[in-house]
Nanobody, 115 residues
Framework: QVQLVESGGGLVQAGGSLRLSCAAS????????MGWYRQAPGKQRELVAS???????NYGDAVKGRFTISKDNAKNAVYLQMSSLKSEDTAVYYC?????????WGQGTQVTVSS
């Protein structure tokens, strides 16, 4: 079992920045990828960014060049630095971890970008 706890969401003005954090606990061994997904009202959940165990990042097209994913293996944590935020980035952001091919999800954190 893997538990994921997100933090760092909130309200920010368009053009601003925000940093999300996700801490993993439980059976950490076996986690391959970690990442962030988001879901806006009435829309499907979509990939924001992911990072492999060895640190290779992957970004959704909507956030390339604006968001940066990173991780701290010692803290079992993954971060999402969001810059140049737009109103369309408003969504609930979910931390995701893939543990032996089984996905785990955090409870989600709301990010609201005001225009």
């Amino acid at each position: 079992q893997v538990q994921l706890v997100e933090s760092g969401g909130g309200l920010v003005q368009a053009g601003g920045s925000l940093r999300l954090s996700c801490a993993a606990s439980g059976t950490i061994f076996g986690i391959n990828n970690m990442g962030w997904y988001r879901q806006a009202p009435g829309k499907q959940r979509e990939l924001v960014a992911s990072i492999t165990r060895v640190g290779s990042p992957n970004y959704g097209d909507a956030v390339k060049g604006r968001f940066t994913i990173s991780k701290d293996n010692a803290k079992n944590a993954v971060y999402l630095q969001m810059s140049s935020l737009k109103s369309e980035d408003t969504a609930v952001y979910y931390c995701n971890a893939v543990h032996f091919f089984q996905p785990y999800w955090g409870q989600g954190t709301q990010v609201t970008v005001s225009s």
